[in-house]
């Protein structure tokens, strides 16, 4: 008996309902493994302190109170916010609205994807193996495709965003020459060449 299977087990032991073969099985593991006798040992403490624990007897208007403030009570008399949700509510929890719904998902499901015939061969171990082989690769496929367009992406961006720094930097000492009483990037005059 391995651990795993006396913790199955455990619960019976301590209450004493397990059969002559399986308590001596369980006894001679709890001898070899530490583990397991600590833990049957907590098993018993626990059992023992809900034994000793006194019965609690509930107050005797407990159960007309709970039966007299139940909202499925017949006579029961909601408040307006209560029976607006209700009537709301209520159709839907019906069994023919659900079963009508679940039906309507099912046929429009089964429309929609072009769903075959499952045939025995399947079924085969082999081929629902090579299926969701077939899916693993794809999706590992796809993930890495995924990230090396990332990179190609991030790549582009570094590119872009240098060019936009050098462009920056190719206009700042145009915007130094400039006469320092307007600076107006539309209105800068371009000396002419003399004729």
């Known amino acids: 008996m391995n651990c795993a299977e006396l913790e199955v ?24 493994c530490a583990l397991c006798a600590d833990l049957a040992r907590d098993a018993s403490a626990a059992v023992g302190f809900m034994e000793r624990a006194a019965e609690v007897e509930p107050p005797p208007e407990l159960v007309t109170r709970i039966l007299f403030d139940a909202p499925w009570r017949k006579g029961a008399n909601p408040t307006g916010a209560h029976r607006w949700i209700n009537a ?11 079963m009508g719904m679940a ?4 046929s429009l ?24 082989e077939d899916r693993a690769v794809r999706s590992w496929a796809r993930t890495v495709k995924f990230y090396e367009n990332l990179k190609v992406v991030y790549q582009v961006q570094s590119m872009l965003h ?29 000396p002419e060449k003399s004729k």
């Open 9 to 32: 087990l455990i619960c019976d032991y301590v209450d004493g309902t397990l059969d002559a073969a399986h308590k001596a099985e369980v006894e001679a593991h709890l001898a070899d």
């Open 88 to 98: 709301i509510v209520s159709p839907f929890l019906q069994p023919r609205f659900v």
């Open 103 to 106: 039906m309507s998902i099912l």
């Open 109 to 132: 499901s089964l429309m929609f994807n072009s769903v075959r015939q499952l045939r025995p061969q399947d079924l085969e171990p082999a081929k629902v193996w090579a299926g969701i």
């Open 162 to 190: 240098e060019w936009q720094q050098q462009d920056e930097e190719l206009q700042r000492p145009v915007a130094k020459t400039a006469p320092a009483g307007r600076l107006d990037s539309h209105k800068l005059s371009v």
